[in-house]
């Protein structure tokens, strides 16, 4: 077996662009759809159920890349780009790992931006939040 080829910085930008152009989309369809079909079929919806559509809607960013490096290691910007997530011992992330590299990454932005610049000259491309989570990202070999 070949060792891993490690995603550089341009490939795991693009798979963040791509994710947050999927979520913007994603995201107010999920929140306003809901309410709005309500709205059309039944009149004003109540207020609980317009609350628990926005907090879904602020909670989806950080269940999908959870969800998505948990159980493939890929979100859709790495099956795009051919790259997954995994821990740096190769095996797959878990759920934990998952959730915890996603929130850091969502509530601090400019800090896990910052961090990406480490993959220029770390040996195995590994941002900052890779090595504190133990995680790597990898090009996903050919089948």
């Known amino acids: 077996m070949s060792p891993p080829c490690y995603a550089g ?27 709005m079909m309500w709205q059309s079929l039944a009149g004003t919806p109540p207020t609980w159920f317009t609350s628990s559509f926005q907090i879904a809607g602020a909670t989806l960013p950080l269940v999908y890349f959870s969800l998505a490096w948990w159980a493939t290691g890929q979100t859709l910007g790495g099956l795009v780009l051919a790259i997954m997530v995994r821990r740096a011992d190769g095996s797959r992330v878990g759920l934990l790992r998952a959730a915890l590299r996603a929130a850091l990454g969502l509530l601090f932005a400019p800090i896990w931006f910052l961090g990406m610049i480490l993959v220029l000259v770390q040996a195995h491309r590994r941002a900052m939040h890779d090595l504190v989570f133990g995680t790597v990202v990898v090009r996903k070999p050919a089948r």
């Open 9 to 35: 910085i341009v490939s795991r930008l693009m798979a963040v662009l791509i994710d947050a152009a999927a979520l913007t989309v994603v995201t107010p369809v999920a929140v306003l759809g809901p309410p």
